[in-house]
């Protein structure tokens, strides 16, 4: 478990946050975090987002990908029910809660904007 670990851990993942216009470069490893909206939360402590701690229920954490793929895009289960309830929701939408820390995200350029969950 431990060297499981530590490979994980040698693997940095660098994302760029766009919080309304600041960006912020955040580096984190595989498993340091259960999802982005944990990252984002204890990285950024954006105020309001994270709402409901990664149910997928409240989309306050909701995040726009600005350099998507098709894995990054794929969503399921109470993803798609909250996406469907909100305004301004985009093609490129995702809960922050339901998106994996791994090495997919390394890359990753994302932005939220405070008029999403306030």
């Given at each position: 478990m431990a060297n499981e670990?530590?490979?994980?851990?040698q693997l940095a993942i660098e994302i760029t946050v766009?919080?309304?216009g600041e960006s912020h470069t955040i580096k984190t490893f595989r498993g340091a975090?259960?999802?982005?909206?944990?990252?984002?939360y204890?990285?950024?402590?954006?105020?309001?987002?994270?709402?409901?701690?990664?149910?997928g229920r409240c989309g306050t954490c909701?995040?726009?990908?600005?350099?998507?793929?098709?894995e990054l895009l794929a969503k399921a289960g109470n993803e798609l029910a909250?996406?469907?309830?909100?305004?301004?929701?985009?093609?490129?939408?995702?809960?922050a809660c339901q998106m994996n820390v791994d090495e997919s995200l390394d890359g990753?350029?994302?932005?939220?904007?405070?008029?999403?969950f306030t």
């Open positions: 670990l530590n490979m994980n851990r766009i919080v309304d975090y259960r999802s982005v909206m944990a990252l984002l204890d990285q950024l402590y954006i105020d309001g987002f994270g709402e409901c701690k990664g149910v909701h995040v726009r990908i600005l350099n998507p793929s098709d909250t996406l469907s309830k909100m305004e301004l929701v985009y093609h490129n939408s995702r809960l990753l350029h994302i932005q939220i904007t405070s008029d999403d």
